[in-house]
């Protein structure tokens, strides 16, 4: 059975930092490509930052410079340092995994979410 589970989300004031952590089982965590995505209500989630198997990155605009997504393959963990926080920041982040095969076929899992509340 696949998990992801993620910690490190809370309250906090503009310009704090927090980082958020998410550690997978059931999985072949260093063949996936790792992700953190963020929801408001009413909105769509969207792509926070993506870490592929072989270190590659991807941000979105609005992150870009104040955010860092890592992982650490030998304990399955995929973090995300976020800094200069801002008000606009405040969503539910969720830890994202995929892969596709050699066969195409997809395999994403998704976490169940961690809030982070960005107010003074």
């Known amino acids: 059975q696949v998990q992801l589970v993620e910690s490190g989300g809370g309250l906090v004031q503009p310009g704090e930092s927090l980082r958020l952590s998410c550690v997978a089982s059931?999985?072949?965590?260093?063949?996936?490509?790792m992700g953190w995505y963020r929801q408001t209500p009413g909105k769509q989630r969207e792509l926070v930052a993506t870490?592929?198997?072989?270190?590659?990155?991807n941000y979105a605009d609005s992150v870009k410079g104040r955010f860092t997504i890592s992982r650490d393959n030998a304990k399955n963990t995929v973090y995300l340092q976020m800094n200069s926080l801002e008000p606009e920041d405040t969503a539910a982040y969720y830890c994202?995994?995929?892969?596709?095969?050699?066969?195409?076929?997809?395999?994403?899992?998704w976490g169940q979410g961690t809030q982070v509340t960005v107010s003074s």
């Open positions: 994202n995994a995929y892969k596709r095969s050699t066969t195409m076929l997809e395999y994403k899992y």
């Open positions: 059931g999985i072949i965590f260093r063949g996936y490509t």
């Open positions: 870490l592929t198997s072989g270190g590659v990155t």
